[in-house]
Antibody
Framework: EVQLLESGGGLVQPGGSLRLSCAASGFTFSSYAMSWARQAPGKGLEWVSAIGGSAGSAYYPDSVKGRFTISRDNSKNTLYLQMNSLRAEDTAVYYC??????????????????WGQGTTVTVSS | DIQMTQSPSSLSASVGDRVTITCQAS??????LNWYQQKPGKAPKLLIY???NLETGVPSRFSGSGSGTDFTFTISSLQPEDIATYYCQQYDHLPLTFGPGTKLDMK
């Protein structure tokens, strides 16, 4: 069974940092791009970063560029999201998700067919 | 960025009703569109990819159509377990962007 399990969420002060992890199982992790998406309380979905299967070709929307860093360790089947300079507006449930297509070219993402259960990040003083 | 809009933002329907949600992209995205279902407190679930292809295991009462800028998502006969929020998402251009969602509840 394909599974994604996030961890690392919590309460952090504005300007602080947090590192999220996502443990993957049940599929060939290195063959798939992976994404992080978030959902602020009562709001819709926002895609916040993605990385190719070989750990190159990371992408960030402007809302998090320069503050968030996505990475992966294919030997550990684990995805990470390092979040720095956190703001109140980063408060959300953060989901990791597997891309729908295997062995995609760099910077090609096709949407997410498997999602984790989410981990909550609260930025507040 | 490509902006996605959905209508309606919410709707109420009865068991057995045919339900239709529309999604519009701010520019041509060919058929590079997915539809997701999200139930309260749960992660999104992929239902439709490439605008009209049913994800494995998804009931056939769900369907999608469209290309270019205008897309439609349909539930042919609403079931109680279909109560959720539905999102479209484009993947033609980075960043991937979602529509604002359509909240479906039971009348």
């Amino acid at each position: 069974e394909v599974q994604l399990l996030e961890s690392g969420g919590g309460l952090v002060q504005p300007g602080g940092s947090l590192r999220l992890s996502c443990a993957a199982s049940g599929f060939t992790f290195s063959s798939y791009a992976m994404s992080w998406a978030r959902q602020a309380p009562g709001k819709g979905l926002e895609w916040v970063s993605a990385i190719g299967g070989s750990a190159g070709s990371a992408y960030y929307p402007d809302s998090v560029k320069g503050r968030f860093t996505i990475s992966r360790d294919n030997s550990k089947n684990t995805l990470y999201l390092q979040m720095n300079s956190l703001r109140a507006e980063d408060t959300a449930v953060y989901y990791c998700a597997k891309d729908r297509r295997q062995l995609a070219p760099p910077y090609y993402y096709y949407g997410m067919d498997v999602w984790g259960q989410g981990t909550t990040v609260t930025v507040s003083s | 960025d490509i902006q996605m809009t959905q209508s309606p933002s919410s709707l109420s329907a009865s068991v057995g009703d045919r339900v239709t949600i529309t999604c519009q992209a701010s520019q041509d995205i060919s058929n590079y569109l997915n539809w997701y279902q999200q139930k309260p407190g749960k992660a999104p679930k992929l239902l439709i990819y490439d605008a009209s292809n049913l994800e494995t295991g998804v009931p056939s009462r769900f369907s999608g159509s469209g290309s270019g800028t205008d897309f439609t998502f349909t539930i042919s006969s609403l079931q109680p377990e279909d109560i959720a929020t539905y999102y479209c998402q484009q993947y033609d251009h980075l960043p991937l962007t979602f529509g604002p969602g359509t909240k479906l509840d039971m009348k």
